[in-house]
């Protein structure tokens, strides 16, 4: 467990000693959509229906607009604080090649998100920006979600699947998500008259979830494994974008090597603990502009 003991505060809660917890490494690693720093470098954000602010103080995180009761059903689970990145990190940094980007990206932790939201919000992200990204997903939420007013400002969450499910092509086109509308239209009403359809995927093992993933158009692998990672708690999965594919180049594999050939080889080598390898990856290679001659 990645903390001691948790106290309510006025405005919230404060998680005291707090290991592997940098703000910006867990907000700005690629996992999620719907956070942004403010000015003071705290982060506010809308996750699982509610709005939170969170801050780190020293060895401390606070986590503004919630319970302590919300904590122990939500939140816990949701930063993944009963889990120990300290060994995780140790485990990664015996390849000495992988010990550089577990050093950089020593605070990251893997949220775990809602699934329908991911699943959705992943798809918008295939071949996207992440300015575009999240201006999609703030657009569906403000459309078809519940405004929360946090501070002065109005929020969003993100729409359930019975309400997004009666949205037309034309009205999920005007979201901003361009050919993606078609894709995201179809998997909704799939979703919405299979309601156990996401907690049977949770139940696959992590190849047959992969597999399944991929039947509805505009889910591929790597989509397949950002769904499964950040929301489904299957960490043999290795999502490959342009960033982990230079990763993987600069420091193992030759540059004419396939997307598929990484994802095999990346799982061979980190078994059960390739989710984590990947996020370490992934961010190094951005945050470091890594490029392959």
Not at 17 to 25: A, I, P, R, T
Not at 176 to 204: C, D, M, Q, W
Request: charged share 25%; aromatic share 14%.
């Amino acid at each position: 467990m990645d903390f001691n003991t948790v106290e309510v505060i006025e405005e919230g809660i404060k998680i005291k000693g707090v290991k592997n917890f940098e703000l910006k490494h867990i907000f700005e690693c690629g996992q999620c959509f719907r956070y942004n720093a403010l000015e003071n470098g705290n982060f506010v954000g809308v996750a699982f229906g509610k709005v939170i602010e969170v801050e780190k103080c020293c060895e401390d995180v606070i986590i503004y607009n919630t319970t302590l009761e919300e904590f122990n059903s939500l939140w816990v689970n949701y930063f993944d604080l009963k889990r120990d990145y300290t060994s995780i990190k140790e485990e990664l940094s015996k390849d000495s090649l992988l010990k550089k980007s577990v050093e950089f990206g020593y605070g990251i932790r893997i949220l775990q998100q809602e699934p329908f939201e991911l699943i959705i919000s992943f798809i918008i992200s295939a071949n996207n920006r992440i300015p575009m990204i999240k201006r999609a997903i703030d657009k569906i939420s403000e459309r078809w979600g519940n405004a929360i007013t946090y501070k002065g400002k109005t929020y969003y969450t993100f729409p359930k699947v019975e309400v997004l499910a009666k949205a037309s092509l034309e009205e999920l086109e005007a979201c901003s998500i361009g050919f993606r509308a078609k894709y995201i239209k179809a998997t909704v009403e799939n979703i919405f008259n299979n309601p156990s359809f996401i907690n049977n995927l949770i139940a696959k093992c992590d190849d047959e979830c992969h597999e399944s993933l991929q039947s509805f158009n505009g889910i591929g692998p790597k989509v397949a494994d950002c769904i499964m990672l950040f929301s489904m708690g299957k960490y043999s999965a290795f999502p490959v974008d342009v960033w982990v594919k230079r990763a993987m180049q600069y420091f193992y594999l030759a540059p004419d090597v396939s997307l598929i050939k990484i994802r095999e080889f990346a799982r061979a080598k980190f078994g059960e603990l390739s989710g984590f390898a990947q996020q370490y990856l992934f961010y190094y290679a951005r945050e470091n502009n890594i490029k392959v001659e």
